[in-house]
């Protein structure tokens, strides 16, 4: 009987450490053609972030950084102030480290593209 409740814990505790920090929502959303710069990126994940492991960063299209401050990280948001963007292409980089300690990362671009 021991044997069986050891188990039972061990699997739950399995399935509940498992969890990793996807992102569910970004601002400028991924492929987004803006008529107007953002100021900012911020990024909506699905677990609470550790501050000091995750991060964001922009690059115009050459690569160049066009971030204005240092990223930041709270709860389940994570975010990074713009320097005043000019008409292009852009590219969003991010690191997230779960405070559960599982890493995700990814990309994805946006355009600005004033009328």
Same mark, same amino acid.
């Given at each position: 009987?021991?044997?069986?409740? +050891? /188990? !039972? ?5 399995t399935g509940s450490a498992s %969890?990793? #920090? ?34 964001? +960063? /922009? !690059? ?9 401050? %240092?990223? #930041? ?11 005043p963007l000019k008409p292009g ?11 559960d300690t599982h890493r995700t ?11």
């Open positions: 009987m021991t044997v069986r409740i +050891a /188990v !039972v814990i061990l699997l739950a505790l %969890a990793h #920090a996807f992102l569910l929502h970004a601002r400028p959303a991924a492929g987004a053609t803006l008529v107007s710069p953002p100021k900012d990126v911020n990024l909506d994940f699905s677990e609470a972030l550790e501050p000091t492991f995750s991060n964001v +960063a /922009v !690059v115009d299209g050459s690569g160049h950084p066009v971030t204005a401050a %240092a990223s #930041a990280a709270r709860g389940t948001r994570m975010s990074v102030a713009l320097q292409a852009y590219s969003v980089t991010w690191h997230a480290l779960s405070v990362q990814g990309s994805f671009r946006f355009t600005v593209k004033p009328r």
